[in-house]
């Protein structure tokens, strides 16, 4: 399948990402099949005793790294377990720049074992310095009833950023993927605002993303509707090619997430502290239609 900016191949990631020259992909994102026997169209086998597994993600790991351009970044998303030899691994030839915790529960408690309730993704460039970084920032957490901040920023609210709080490596606001849209599919989806997330903080514009495990086809259409070129493969793509088919959900739903990114507060945040008679501090230096009077913060 092509789009405007776009190639996606029914193929074997390794095979495709081998007809690709080296050093031409500005990001990489790897969301694999994680080894717990689940069941996928294509039928692979994804139950394979440890050293296998861990070989062959090693071995469309290297064709990544071979692809990544310098200063490239490549993000790998999987379980901790999985992405502590897999980070080693990778630690040989680029440099490591941060492990982010993605808070998403997904699973059932595990008799014996902490309750598993986030995912590993791994941040790493080719060189010394990415050559693209410009993280979103987020909106103050606030009470989704009243509105309030949930933390008290005391005398320092008129020294915060208007355009929101700075990019942790904790991720908390991401949601699982529970649309009816969605379900019918059997490919893992990941979030539209995790995709635009990253490709935001390590791409641009016209910047070329690789993506060798196409599932659900997030990452691309974040691709397609941010003006990204991208190139993907999957074993199974009918679920990627009925969702390009219409891309009109995607789109409203992306043009909600960037409307609750880089402002301090999100305008419902807003709304509700009008309601609850509660209006935003004069001393954030937000726009006026925002703030209103407010008593002298502390010192």
């Not at 409203?252 to 960037?258: V, Y």
């Not at 945040?269 to 009077?293: F, N, Q, T």
Request: aromatic share 10%.
């Amino acid at each position: 399948m092509t789009t405007p900016l776009g190639r996606l191949h029914q193929d074997d990631c390794i095979t495709t990402m081998r007809s690709l020259d080296a050093e031409t992909v500005d990001l990489a994102f790897a969301d694999p099949p994680f080894n717990l026997g689940k069941q996928y169209n294509s039928r692979i086998n994804d139950q394979r005793a440890e050293d296998e597994y861990l070989d062959w993600c090693r071995t469309w790991l290297d064709e990544m790294v071979r692809v990544l351009k310098p200063g490239g970044s490549l993000f790998l998303w999987n379980l901790p377990k999985w992405n502590l030899p897999l980070g080693a691994h990778l630690g040989r030839s680029l440099t490591f720049r941060h492990w982010i915790t993605v808070d998403i529960k997904y699973s059932l408690p595990i008799p014996k074992r902490l309750y598993p309730s986030h995912y590993s993704l791994l941040y790493f460039i080719k060189g010394d310095r990415p050559a693209i970084f410009h993280p979103d920032r987020l909106p103050v957490t606030c009470c989704r009833h009243c509105g309030g901040e949930l933390r008290d920023y005391g005398g320092y609210k008129d020294k915060m950023n208007p355009a929101g709080v700075s990019l942790t490596d904790v991720w908390t606001d991401i949601p699982p993927v529970r649309h009816s849209k969605y379900k019918k599919w059997e490919a893992n989806g990941l979030a539209l605002k995790l995709l635009d997330r990253v490709l935001t903080m390590a791409s641009d514009p016209g910047s070329l993303v690789l993506d060798p495990f196409g599932g659900s086809g997030t990452t691309y259409v974040a691709a397609e509707l941010t003006g990204r070129r991208w190139i993907g493969s999957d074993l199974h793509c009918g679920a990627i090619v009925e969702r390009f088919a219409n891309l009109d959900d995607d789109r409203r739903h992306l043009a909600e997430i960037h409307a609750n990114k880089n402002v301090l507060f999100t305008r419902a945040d807003v709304d509700r502290r009008r309601k609850s008679g509660k209006p935003l501090s004069k001393y954030y230096r937000i726009p006026d239609d925002d703030a209103e009077p407010d008593a002298a913060p502390a010192e």
